[in-house]
């Protein structure tokens, strides 16, 4: 039986690899804290704008262009377990958030997002995936931290892991910028500071 399951798990590691495959291909390679992974160049940092200047003095170069990324599409939940999917809100930028309520890093960036969501919620649709397992989190236990602590924002919970699947977001927090289009502009693997954060929404929602 043990064996059986060592097995199952990693079929399960191989799948969320897989899954990730095509995004890591199109987007640099992984980013680090406050620092958004973009299309066709290394992580930008969130002090590093334009017109400005890095450490070096040198202003950043452009980076070569490659194809776009297509976002994949999912279906999580809503708290009435209604299906909700990533192709509902075509036409609109979105924030795709990965996170659960006993990570710590995911506690750190959510008062961000929500001022975010505040501001913004009109004009850029933010979607909290809540990476629902069943045991450590539950909907219940999500929906209880969430009703806590205040927040508003859209939560929706990935019970059969297929937006996880879809986008390996096999480490929390997982961020992901995606523009009107459908496209990924940029991704941030672990938790994002609010300047992180707006320069990702600027990417997809420029003016903001």
Known sequence: MKQKTLVILALALVVVLGGAYVLYQGLSGGAQTN???TQGGAAQSAQVSDGQQDQSGESPQPQASQEPVAAPDFTVYDREGNPVRLSDYAGKPVVLNFWAS??????????DFHAAYQELGEEVQFLMVNSTDGSR?????ATEFVEEEGYTFPVLFDT????????GAYSLPTTYFIDA?????????GSIDEDTLRQGIEMIHPGT
């Open 35 to 37: 620092q958004l992974a």
């Open 102 to 111: 006993w990570c710590p890093p995911c506690q750190q960036e959510m008062p």
């Open 137 to 141: 989190e539950t909907v219940d236990t």
């Open 160 to 167: 059969e892991f297929d937006a996880s699947l879809a986008y």
């Open 181 to 189: 289009q459908g496209y990924v502009a940029a991704w941030a693997q």
